[in-house]
Antibody, heavy 120, light 107 residues
Framework: QVHLQESGPGLVKPSQTLSLTCTVSGGSISSGDYYWSWIRQHPGKGLEWIGYIYYSGSTYSNPSLKGRVTMSVDTSKNQFSLKLSSVTAADTAVYYC????????????WGQGTLVTVSS | DIQMTQSPSSLSASVGDRVTITCRASQSIASYLNWYQQKPGKAPNLLIYGASSLQGGVPSRFSGSGSGTDFTLTISSLQPEDFVTYYCQQSYTTPLSFGGGTKVEIK
């Protein structure tokens, strides 16, 4: 059974960089069959796809985030990470990591989510 | 970008009812449509992928249909644990996108 777990600070100051890590267990992040994705959910709102990364390091991020997204992967630790720069209160959300089936791009395993609040 | 529109945004129903939720894409997405269920305080859970394929472990009362731009999620007989929120998601092209959600409430 694949398990994903997000970790990182729950509070980030405005204009700083939000950093989260997702640790994958029960499966290898180096499998060529999957992308590894970040999604967020503003309080009481719907889901917004942030982007995904392949084990090789290739990435795709949502243009709506205007180039503020950096993703990386550490295959030795079976982890992938998200950095979101220049955060504002509008970036306050629950952040989820998830596994994406590469061929059909549905998200079959999700982490439990972590709330990140942007506030001074 | 492909916009996904779900309707209704909320509905009231009773245990045992049959309910249908609709998802419309702003352009054709073939069958690249997936449905998720989200319980309060929890991560979304995949129900249906490829418009009509049931994810393993999901009860058979859930079914999906459609292709092109119009899709439906049907729950044949609502159970108490089904009164939560449902999202559609297109996986035809990036950026991946979700519908706004449908909250199923107890009448």
């Amino acid at each position: 059974q694949v398990h994903l777990q997000e970790s990182g600070p729950g509070l980030v100051k405005p204009s700083q960089t939000l950093s989260l890590t997702c640790t994958v267990s029960g499966g290898s992040i180096s499998s060529g069959d999957y992308y590894w994705s970040w999604i967020r959910q503003h309080p009481g709102k719907g889901l917004e796809w942030i982007g995904y990364i392949y084990y090789s390091g290739s990435t795709y991020s949502n243009p709506s985030l205007k180039g503020r997204v950096t993703m990386s992967v550490d295959t030795s630790k079976n982890q992938f990470s998200l950095k979101l720069s220049s955060v504002t209160a509008a970036d306050t959300a629950v952040y989820y990591c998830a596994r994406v089936i590469k061929r059909t791009e549905y998200l079959d395993y999700w982490g439990q989510g972590t709330l990140v609040t942007v506030s001074s | 970008d492909i916009q996904m529109t779900q309707s209704p945004s909320s509905l009231s129903a009773s245990v045992g009812d049959r309910v249908t939720i609709t998802c419309r894409a702003s352009q054709s997405i073939a069958s690249y449509l997936n449905w998720y269920q989200q319980k309060p305080g929890k991560a979304p859970n995949l129900l249906i992928y490829g418009a009509s394929s049931l994810q393993g472990g999901v009860p058979s009362r859930f079914s999906g249909s459609g292709s092109g731009t119009d899709f439906t999620l049907t729950i044949s007989s609502l159970q108490p644990e089904d009164f939560v929120t449902y999202y559609c998601q297109q996986s035809y092209t990036t950026p991946l996108s979700f519908g706004g959600g449908t909250k199923v409430e107890i009448k």
